[in-house]
């Protein structure tokens, strides 16, 4: 797995996963829902996800599960089945109808969840097995790398009214130690 950050402008941190091309805004900045995504699976979560606001009519899902699979052997002429558990990232397309109205409104102003509705027809933009800690550390050192290179322009990303999450605030001890970890 590939994970690649080439440029912050405008209040937009641009990333490539593999062939895919993605894009965190600043205004509704998903780094830290990131980094606790990227700590559940460094902690050993079956199933973690979270999404983002892409700026468009619909979310975007990153998705991390722990798939059982069996894998077929005869044993004295018996079919067998070893357990075998597989680890799957997938990114999709999370299509989520607000429903505004009076009640939606008064949560909002008090800082309450506006309820959603989600779709069964979510679209898969890309879907394979990974190893867990190879995706953790893809995500975590192309990030922090990013944050430390010349592409990265602090000012067009922390700054404003709207400033995204810093390196600073990114950085994780248990992410750094489960990559740090030899086994």
């Known amino acids: 797995?590939?994970?690649?950050?080439?440029?912050s402008i405008y209040g937009w941190l641009y990333f490539t996963v593999n062939d895919w091309q993605g894009a965190f805004t600043c205004y509704w900045c998903p780094l830290r829902d990131l980094k606790h995504w990227l700590e559940a699976i460094a902690v050993g979560a079956?199933?973690?996800?979270?999404?983002?606001?892409?700026?468009?009519?619909?979310?975007?899902?990153?998705?991390?599960?722990?798939?059982?699979?069996?894998?077929k052997r005869i044993y004295k002429g018996k079919t067998l089945y070893d357990r075998k558990e597989v680890d799957v990232f997938t990114i999709s397309e999370a299509i989520?109808?607000?429903?505004?109205?009076?009640?939606?409104?008064e949560l909002y102003e008090k800082?309450?969840?506006?309820?959603?509705?989600?779709?069964?027809?979510?679209?898969?933009?890309?879907?394979?097995?990974?190893?867990?800690?190879?995706?953790?550390g893809a995500f975590y050192n192309a990030l922090v790398t990013f944050f430390n290179s010349d592409k990265y322009?602090?000012?067009?990303?922390?700054?404003?009214?709207?400033?995204?999450?810093?390196?600073s605030n990114f950085r994780s001890e248990i992410i750094e130690t489960y990559l740090n970890e030899k086994y």
């Open 46 to 71: 079956m199933q973690t996800s979270f999404a983002y606001e892409p700026e468009a009519s619909f979310d975007i899902r990153f998705n991390f599960s722990c798939a059982v699979t069996g894998e």
């Open 1 to 7: 797995m590939k994970v690649e950050f080439t440029e």
């Open 111 to 136: 800082s309450q969840v506006v309820p959603l509705i989600t779709k069964d027809d979510d679209h898969i933009y890309l879907q394979e097995i990974v190893n867990r800690k190879q995706l953790v």
């Open 96 to 105: 989520e109808a607000c429903h505004y109205n009076d009640f939606a409104q």
């Open 153 to 167: 322009k602090a000012e067009e990303w922390e700054s404003g009214n709207w400033c995204g999450t810093s390196l």
